[in-house]
């Protein structure tokens, strides 16, 4: 089909998509005849975007429309649902046109309806800071991807620093095989750890800061890692994980679980060895407290994705998760 929907948060890996399939559709000499992108501001940009994809190409190549970031998965107006019943099923086969958003297409419109009749839909979402299995696979298929070996240690490593972070694990990753130079044998976890940045480790130290109350030490590594650049979303995200762990953990603990694999399967942690250190940093900690900690994480995520202020307002969240983890 010459119609692809890709929505997802994760900005990177669809911008890669988004050249790769556009690479694939132009000639690169006939580019600027045959490419248009509509940005989500310009009127009317989605019934020029049909228009444009009715519209041969010229020269060499195909044609390629990109409606970017669109809200049609959410909103579409009869008349918008009437050109698109209209248009869909007679794209020409040498036009492609793409559909981009950072929100799922709501199942219930007719214009996600006819877009799933029509169109190769393809989902870029986030991996949950959490899921370390799935982030280890993460860093293993973009290692091999960009032809680098690397051992098991070095890519729970990387899943450990870069987290959900799919630019900044290319970006890494890209920097460890400059730095071997081609070399056939993998580099030692030492290296990486000298070479890779690990902004993560400083925000489970903020996570455990924030845990055992400490209000003067969790501002100050908050600070820090201000200082150093790190997206407030992304610190949220760690203490997100960090703080849903610790709360399953103690859930089970609570319980009466005391297997180790039982635990770690519960909590979805992937080496059971954790679960012993885990249990320590929750021991002293009552349940109630971790329970009231994540939704004042969640409200923190909506506040600065509705565009607050970063610094202020994770520091006003930051001294209530202390007072919460303070009380007896």
Known sequence: MPIYVYWGEDDFAMEKAVVTLRDRILDPLW?????????????????????????????????????????????????????LQRTLKVIPPDSTLLLTSRNKPDERLKSTKLLKQFATISEFSLIPPWKTELLVQSVQQVAQTIGLKISPLVAELLAESVGNDTRLLYNELEKLRLYSGGRNK?????????????????????????RTGDTPKALGILGDLSNAAEPGLRIVATLIGQFRTWLLVKMMMDSGERNPQAIAQGAEISNPKRIYFLQQEVKSLPLQQLISALPLLLELEVSLKQGASETSTLQTKVIELCQICRRT
């Open 186 to 210: 993998p580099l030692d976890v030492n290296t990486v750890s000298e070479l890779v940045r690990n902004t993560t480790q400083n925000t489970l130290q903020l996570a455990t800061a924030i």
């Open 31 to 83: 580019t600027s005849f045959n490419y248009t992108s509509f940005p989500p501001d310009q009127p009317d940009s989605i019934v020029q975007a049909l228009n444009q994809a009715m519209t041969p190409p010229f020269g060499a190549g195909g044609r390629f429309v990109w409606l970017i970031n669109t809200a049609l998965g959410q909103n579409c107006p009869d008349h918008i649902l009437a050109e």
